[in-house]
């Protein structure tokens, strides 16, 4: 079993639509939580950076952490053809080397 | 402006062939950090380096080395004993290992067999 679960999708929503994007984990020793957005061909993106459980809002996105269930979510409102790429969920122990695990990501498509 | 820089943008690789990627930041980060990205997968961690003059084997260091010489810069080498190299390589900065702070990235470079 993967250490981070992440759907592949693809996932195709229409412009405006809410998209939900997830991961789920099993080390429960994860403390930090990443979401980062990587367009084709190009570097990943940070999007969102979590420390504690709760939701965090950063204009349309928002970062949901539930560590009881070691369950992470990205929400998308209004979303826009530009959202259009893949994102990673990543996580990190709480440790000196803060060496990231990826899950393999989810390809969204936002049509207009 | 700041940035982490990798070239070249596509590199090509002969059989028994060794190349070097190369990765340089002007952000002053102490770490810095190697992935290997394969289609459909997230990525996979080849070399970490939290200062200069030293550095820790990933999960995948197998048929890989590293240099880190000096502050900016963090070249990756794929030598002949990597057997399927074709990948996206990415590399990473952070400020330091122990700031609590996330790595960014830069644009990758994209190897593959000739």
């Known amino acids: 079993q993967k250490e981070v679960e992440q759907d592949p999708g693809p996932l195709s929503v229409p412009e405006g639509a809410i998209v939900s994007l997830n991961c789920t984990y099993s080390?429960?020793?994860?403390?930090?939580f990443m979401w980062y957005r990587q367009y084709s061909r190009k570097g990943p993106e940070l999007l969102m950076y979590?420390?504690?459980?709760g939701n965090k809002e950063d204009g349309r996105f928002t970062a949901q952490v539930d560590k009881s269930s070691k369950y992470i979510s990205l929400f998308i409102r209004d979303s826009q053809p530009s959202d259009s790429a893949t994102y990673l969920c990543?996580?990190?122990?709480?440790?000196?080397?803060?060496?990231?695990?990826f899950g393999q990501g989810t390809r969204l498509t936002i049509n207009p | 402006d700041g940035g982490i820089t990798q070239s070249p943008k596509y590199l090509f690789r002969k059989e028994g062939q060794n190349v070097t990627l190369s990765c340089e930041q002007n952000?002053?980060?102490?770490?810095m950090y190697w992935y290997r990205q394969d289609p459909g997968q997230g990525l996979r961690l080849i070399y970490y380096s939290q200062i200069v003059n030293d550095f820790q084997k990933g999960d995948i260091a197998e048929g890989y080395s590293v240099s880190r010489e000096k502050k900016e810069s963090f070249p990756l080498t794929v030598t002949s004993a990597q057997k399927n190299p074709t990948a996206f390589y990415l590399c990473?900065?952070?400020?330091?290992?122990?700031?609590?702070?996330?790595?960014?990235f830069g644009d990758g470079t994209r190897l593959s067999i000739l």
């Open positions: 080390n429960s020793a994860f403390q930090y």
């Open positions: 990543a996580m990190s122990l709480l440790r000196r080397t803060q060496k990231l695990v």
């Open positions: 952000l002053n980060h102490d770490a």
């Open positions: 979590t420390y504690s459980s």
């Open positions: 990473a900065s952070q400020t330091g290992v122990n700031s609590n702070q996330p790595q960014h």
